[in-house]
């Protein structure tokens, strides 16, 4: 079995992930380098650890997590399926059983909230846990008079976490939103769709998607 440890030490898969954050930070998008994917991997991991996965699935979600986004390393446009193609050939190569690649695989090609769609588990783990990091430190620009209004959405974020209720019946996304920065309506108006797809991601794994900004409950 390849594992996520494996993953996380490639030197090859670190090459794509660091070069394909370098092209980004070009085009002036936010942080998606290893602190992002590690990220994402890991509350993936404990998603479908907390709702009882096996270890094996739970292993195979943190792959696909750390994987997620190396197709910004051809272009930012279609990245989840170009990125899927790299994940296949990447994997492939290191001896991956098909029907593990085809897990890892599928979950990529529908991390995007423009043309994904939470077709397993794994998927619905890998998109919630990729559209709930937003915070101050993934934005590069410290030029605060020339934010665009994804950097200013993103640096107003003092916290946010993602949790699951004790009773597994519900996913929470908590966010404290610094209103000097952007407004709650900023949030809404870029990351609406985001929280659409999470909440059709939820209800994939059996829960219901709950997004709180500011200690006020708004889905």
């Given at each position: 079995?390849?594992?996520?440890?494996?993953?996380?030490?490639?030197?090859?898969?670190?090459?794509?992930?660091?070069?394909?954050?370098?092209?980004?930070?070009?085009?002036?998008?936010?942080?998606?380098?290893?602190?992002?994917?590690?990220?994402?991997?890991?509350?993936?991991?404990?998603?479908?650890?907390?709702?009882?996965?096996?270890?094996h699935t739970?292993?195979l979600v943190?792959?696909?997590?750390?994987?997620?986004?190396?197709?910004?390393?051809?272009?930012?446009?279609?990245?989840?399926?170009?990125?899927?193609?790299?994940?296949?050939?990447?994997?492939?190569?290191?001896?991956?059983?098909?029907?593990?690649?085809?897990?890892?695989?599928?979950?990529?090609?529908?991390?995007?909230?423009?043309?994904?769609?939470?077709?397993?588990?794994?998927?619905?783990?890998?998109?919630?846990?990729?559209?709930?990091?937003?915070?101050?430190?993934?934005?590069?620009?410290?030029?605060?008079?020339?934010?665009?209004?994804?950097?200013?959405?993103?640096?107003?974020?003092?916290?946010?976490?993602?949790?699951?209720?004790?009773?597994?019946?519900?996913?929470?996304?908590?966010?404290?939103?610094?209103?000097?920065?952007?407004?709650?309506?900023?949030?809404?108006?870029?990351?609406?769709?985001?929280?659409?797809?999470?909440?059709?991601?939820?209800?994939?794994?059996?829960?219901?998607?709950?997004?709180?900004?500011?200690?006020?409950?708004?889905?």
């Amino acid at each position: 079995m390849i594992t996520y440890e494996q993953i996380k030490n490639n030197e090859n898969i670190r090459t794509y992930i660091a070069k394909a954050d370098q092209a980004l930070a070009t085009m002036g998008y936010t942080d998606h380098s290893f602190g992002h994917v590690t990220k994402v991997a890991e509350m993936a991991g404990y998603i479908l650890e907390t709702l009882g996965q096996d270890a094996h699935t739970v292993e195979l979600v943190k792959i696909a997590g750390y994987l997620h986004d190396i197709g910004n390393l051809v272009n930012r446009v279609e990245h989840s399926q170009s990125g899927a193609v790299m994940a296949f050939r990447i994997l492939d190569k290191l001896g991956m059983p098909a029907e593990d690649i085809a897990d890892v695989v599928s979950a990529i090609g529908n991390h995007d909230e423009g043309t994904g769609t939470p077709v397993s588990n794994i998927a619905a783990a890998l998109f919630l846990a990729d559209k709930s990091d937003v915070r101050r430190s993934r934005v590069r620009n410290r030029d605060i008079p020339s934010f665009d209004i994804h950097d200013r959405v993103n640096y107003s974020v003092d916290h946010s976490d993602l949790t699951i209720s004790e009773d597994k019946t519900e996913i929470r996304l908590n966010i404290q939103i610094d209103t000097q920065y952007s407004s709650v309506t900023e949030y809404f108006e870029i990351f609406l769709e985001r929280m659409l797809l999470c909440r059709k991601a939820a209800e994939k794994l059996g829960l219901r998607f709950r997004l709180e900004i500011n200690d006020q409950l708004l889905m």
